[in-house]
């Protein structure tokens, strides 16, 4: 049996695109979740509206993550995108979508 990385049974959605937005890595989440493996290849864009489209040009240009939380069918989930690098050199970008409770504990440690 032929060894599967930890991202493929990882609990969360991670969605990996190239620097031109090309979709080059679905977890098994994300594949369930977002319409199947036959997302590799096409343009992260295409998934999205106007608005995210500019937030995700954003992303790249600032190298800064957009965090946040979502309720969808049911479930809260923090979303978390963010550039991923390769030598130093902005490569793409990276989201996860972790399904997270909706009493969610915080805890300040010093």
Known sequence: ???IPWTDEFPGAIIVTDLAGKII???QQAAR?????QLLGRQ???CH??????????ILESKKPNIYTIEKQGQK?????????????VSGLLEL????PFELPHFVRD
């Open 33 to 37: 979740q977002e319409g199947g493996y």
């Open 97 to 100: 979508s972790l399904p997270i």
């Open 25 to 27: 890595y679905l977890n």
């Open 49 to 58: 509206q106007d608005k995210s489209r500019q937030k995700i040009k954003e």
């Open 44 to 46: 992260l864009e295409d």
């Open 1 to 3: 049996m032929a060894d």
């Open 77 to 89: 989930k923090l979303i978390y995108q963010t550039v991923w690098t390769k030598a130093g050199e």
